[in-house]
């Protein structure tokens, strides 16, 4: 039963770095239809700026926790600069372009920054200093449940509520969701739609580089090319749950988190992706949409 | 009120407008009226600047429009339906027309508009929590007029109006198009297929062809025009 326990938890973690990446795919796709490959590296790119900031603070003798929200801040607003940016130099130009121009441009801007990041810093592994402590209250259950691990779910929770409460409520995240629905009428209503867009790559890049932190303090390290995997993944639970649509994006995360989890843990850690891309096989053929997506319906 | 003045607008390398120039004064309801693929939509469309005109000038309100982005244009209170009716499919009724007024912060005034539209179609108070893409072609071509009125419109774009509808809910959307114009003072310019219904309502009325437009004149003279009579009015 505690193995259970620790399986379940530890997808639960996996789940929510996952979600958090994702719904910057699924928020991305909902409002241009363009898969961000270069997502995956934001999230990287906000685990290197966390490093960055880090060690610099640790230097100074910062506490631990103190540094961890600094390094956090700041890896938060890199990759939304990064995000921005990348949307302007990469992806405005082609906005009427056919649709493949900008996936194209996507795949190039990912294997740019991936490489950029290489030459700035190493292709080794490197140290990431653990910055959330372990909690007294946790050491209990630290065994299989760590606090950075809660750290990790707590903060998806967190951000999810928010994020929620923003698309529904605000301004800003009801001209998102006419302008996902109808881009043209968005217009017509007087919604600054680059502005909406340039908001949308800003939240998905925070949520990344929220992320990357969380998973770098956890795991303990960080490389260049982390970026890739997790990027596929979470796009795989975007496309699970349903691409475009963000309670979507969290469900798929979390399936794909715990399939991930109780296959290595009962079967093997060698068929970890035969699972996850096994799931995502079998949802692609019975329901092409997604879990929570939505086929297309036109009223003529 | 809106002026334009030898406007060319090209889709890539096709030219779909040439020199066109139409006047709208304060308060009157002027119609454009075409066979499809005359140019009419692309009109609507140069003068909210979502497609660009090539040349030619447009000014609303003694402002030109041509520099300006669609948003600043709504702001100005230039107003356009487009075709298709554009709902939002996933939001509610409700929530339709709160983005019709996206730009307004006067709480009290758009409440007040709120129960305005509600009291023109009263099916859209009944529906009010409904999302827009369940509700019928007529019900969503109310629901889109609505929410333009929501915007404070001086200047009405409605592109056909009509379309798709049953001749009774037809009716009943003319004789709202007219009663806008008349009690909120609202200008309307109105495109349409339907050229017989349309010039019924309308002041004056502009007829396209081929990107051109080929006759200017009262809709009364125009309902009378021999040509007009043939190509249009299948008379």
């Not at chain 2, 893409?133 to 007029?145: F, K, R």
């Amino acid at each position: 039963m505690e193995y259970f326990l620790e399986l379940f938890l530890g997808g639960l973690t996996r789940g929510s770095i996952y979600a958090l990446i994702a719904l910057g795919y699924t928020m991305v796709y909902g409002i241009i239809q363009l898969i961000n490959f270069a997502h995956g590296e934001i999230y990287m790119i906000g685990a290197f700026t966390a490093l960055i900031f880090a060690s610099v603070l640790s230097i100074l003798g910062w506490p631990a926790l103190a540094i961890f929200v600094v390094a956090t801040a700041a890896a938060v607003l890199y990759s939304s600069a990064y995000g921005y940016t990348i949307e302007k130099i990469a992806y405005t130009p082609l906005r009427n372009a056919p649709r493949l121009s900008p996936l194209i441009s996507a795949i190039g801007m990912s294997l740019f920054l991936q490489n950029y990041v290489l030459l700035a810093q190493t292709s080794d592994f490197l140290p990431f200093p653990q910055l959330i402590p372990d909690f007294e209250f946790m050491e209990p259950i630290s065994h299989i449940f760590s606090s950075a691990e809660l750290a990790i779910v707590l903060t998806t929770v967190i951000v999810m509520l928010l994020l929620t409460y923003y698309i529904k409520f605000t301004n800003m995240g009801k001209a998102m969701r006419a302008t996902a629905q109808d881009k043209t009428m968005a217009l017509l209503i007087g919604i600054n739609v680059d502005r909406v867009i340039s908001v949308t790559f800003i939240i998905g890049s925070s949520l990344a580089a929220l992320g990357g932190v969380l998973i770098a303090n956890h795991i303990g390290q960080v490389n260049f090319y982390i970026g890739f995997i997790a990027g596929i993944k979470a796009f795989t639970a975007a496309v699970l749950g349903g691409i475009g649509s963000i309670p979507g994006a969290v469900l798929g995360a979390l399936i794909l988190g715990w399939t991930e989890s109780f296959a290595t843990g009962y079967i093997s850690s060698d068929y970890e992706d035969v699972f996850a891309f096994g799931l995502l096989v079998l949802i692609l053929i019975f329901r092409p949409a997604g879990l929570l997506g939505r086929s297309e319906t036109k009223k003529v | 009120m809106l002026e334009i003045k030898n406007m060319n607008t090209y889709y890539g390398n096709i030219q779909a407008l040439h020199d066109i120039n139409i006047s709208v004064k304060q308060g009157e309801i002027i119609t454009l009226i075409g066979a499809n693929g005359a140019g009419k939509t692309t009109t609507l469309m140069s003068m909210s600047n979502v497609v660009t005109p090539k040349q030619g000038e447009i000014t609303f309100l003694g402002e030109q429009l041509l520099t300006k982005k669609p948003d600043d244009i709504v702001k100005m209170g230039l107003i356009h339906v487009p075709e298709g009716r554009h709902i939002f499919p996933y939001l509610s009724v409700m929530e339709n027309l709160d983005l019709g007024a996206f730009l307004r912060n006067d709480k009290a005034g758009i409440k007040k508009d709120l129960d305005h539209v509600f009291e023109l179609f009263p099916r859209l108070h009944e529906r009010r929590n409904q999302q827009g893409g369940t509700l019928s072609g007529g019900e969503q071509q109310m629901l889109a007029i609505s929410r333009a009125l929501m915007a404070q419109p001086k200047l009405l774009l409605l592109d056909e109006p009509s379309l798709g509808l049953a001749p009774i809910i037809v009716r009943q959307i003319f004789d709202i198009i007219k009663r806008i114009n008349k009690e909120n003072g609202t200008t309307i310019f109105l495109v349409e297929q339907n050229a017989n219904l349309a010039l019924k309502v309308a002041d004056r009325g502009y007829v396209m062809e081929n990107g051109h437009i080929t006759l200017e004149d009262t809709a009364d003279n125009l309902l009378a025009n021999e040509d007009v009579k043939k190509a249009y009015l299948g008379i």
